[in-house]
């Protein structure tokens, strides 16, 4: 049997995980996390990663949210638009859904067999031809998924002259509330500023707020520094702010892949998710992207026996449509969220407010057509 190693326990490296094993692999994966898990933080996930993970036989439908409707407004309360569910899902065939990422990624490590999974194990080194080093061990596989994040050091160690990843500029805070009341899918976008709320199973809410930040930057007491900053903009962010309790709130600074790689692929090695394609949030498309890339290598393993076309398929497919989504992104949030000059703002929202709403549902749907290939 051939064998696959994965590095990296996350979403990207967890979906190729089963794609691989149901394409006939015998796979590891190795997290050097203590336990496959993610805390605290929600995520929406577009159509196309929908049916990417029908087609590895999960249904998230039972564990999500569709997001129905709800209003984008500016931070003075005022309406932008209308964010039409029902004409979402009419466009795309699928709604937009959240879920908790714990329970996501619960749901993909339950598809895969314990003993393939190795918890607590740091990988040290990786070569093109196949040679996974950890602390205290070592393997040779076929074929090597570096899925190990923004800050990948397989990346690093195997495309030595990329720069890596960049800050935005912006860092984001995220939380989930247990109990918030009844609140829809809703949006407060601000001088440099988004503030986004979705609803999850069991009546919880993500909300977000991502903001202008030097990187590296942590306020000691993130609730203290939202309530001066942001405590003043319309409800329900002053409410949400003073109901998170403070140790529940998570701060990562948005980071991208502003240099594209030239290949995703080194020997047998494949880069996968943020890896290969680090991009800010503001399509939404970060996590779908890795599990489309999950896919797409899963059924090129099936398509061709030799390791070296299906790596060469799976970066001809990926590549050229995970970068220019990466670009949209970025072009999404400069022309959006990042906006901070008054005189730009005020023309955002007058477009905003203008665009017919089957024009707003085509640009940001955009992306969510995609379906997975045919195995
Ligand atoms: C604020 C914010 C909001 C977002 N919202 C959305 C959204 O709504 N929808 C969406 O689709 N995307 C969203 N994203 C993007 C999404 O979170 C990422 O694209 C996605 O999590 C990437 O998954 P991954 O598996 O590639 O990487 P990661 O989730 O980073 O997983 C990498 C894993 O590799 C492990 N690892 C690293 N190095 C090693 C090593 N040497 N040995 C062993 N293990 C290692 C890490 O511990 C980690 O578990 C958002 C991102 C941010 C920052």
């Not at 993610?38 to 929908?50: F, K, Y």
């Not at 990624?105 to 040290?124: C, K, M, N, Q, S």
Request: aromatic share 6%.
């Amino acid at each position: 049997m051939r064998t696959a190693a994965v590095i990296g326990g996350g979403i990207g490296g967890l979906s190729a995980a089963i794609g691989l094993r149901q394409a006939g692999w015998e796979v590891a994966v190795f997290e050097r996390a203590p336990r496959f898990a993610e805390v605290g933080a929600g995520i929406t996930l577009w159509p196309n990663a929908l049916r990417a993970l029908e087609s590895l036989g999960l249904d998230l439908a039972p564990l999500a949210v569709p997001q129905v409707s709800g209003r984008l407004r500016d931070h003075h309360g005022r309406l932008l638009t209308e964010v039409d569910g029902a004409r979402f899902e009419r466009a795309l065939g699928k709604p937009l859904l959240g879920i908790a990422r714990a329970q996501l990624l619960d749901l993909l490590r339950e598809a895969i067999p314990a003993a393939d999974l190795r918890a607590g194990t740091t990988v040290t080194a990786v070569t093109g031809d196949g040679r996974v080093c950890w602390d205290g061990g070592e393997l040779s596989a076929d074929l090597v998924v570096a899925a190990d994040g923004v800050h990948s050091a397989v990346r690093s160690a195997l495309w030595p002259g990329h720069p890596g990843p960049v800050h935005t500029g912006h860092t984001a805070f995220r939380a989930i509330l247990d109990d918030p009341g009844p609140l829809e899918l809703s949006g407060l976008l601000g001088p440099g500023t988004e503030v986004g709320m979705v609803p999850l199973t069991g009546g919880r809410l993500y909300w977000y707020l991502a903001c202008e930040s030097p990187g590296g930057v942590r306020p000691a007491d993130p609730k203290a520094f939202l309530r001066r900053h942001f405590g003043g903009w319309p409800e329900p962010l002053p409410s949400l702010i003073e109901a998170t309790p403070g140790e529940r709130f998570l701060q990562h600074d948005l980071l991208a892949l502003r240099t594209p790689l030239p290949t995703y692929v080194r020997g047998r090695v494949a880069l996968l998710g943020d890896a290969a394609h680090a991009m800010s949030p503001y399509l939404g498309q970060g996590g779908c992207q890795a599990i489309e890339d999950a896919v797409v290598l899963a059924a090129a393993t099936v398509r061709h026996a030799s390791v070296d076309d299906a790596l060469r398929v799976y970066d001809r497919e990926r590549r050229p449509r995970s970068q220019a989504i990466a670009r949209r992104s970025d072009q999404a949030g400069r022309l959006g969220a990042q906006l901070k000059n008054p005189l730009a703002v005020a023309a955002r929202n007058a477009v905003l407010r203008l665009m017919p709403a089957g024009l707003s549902v085509r640009a940001a749907t955009a992306a969510a057509r995609w379906s997975p290939p045919d195995r």
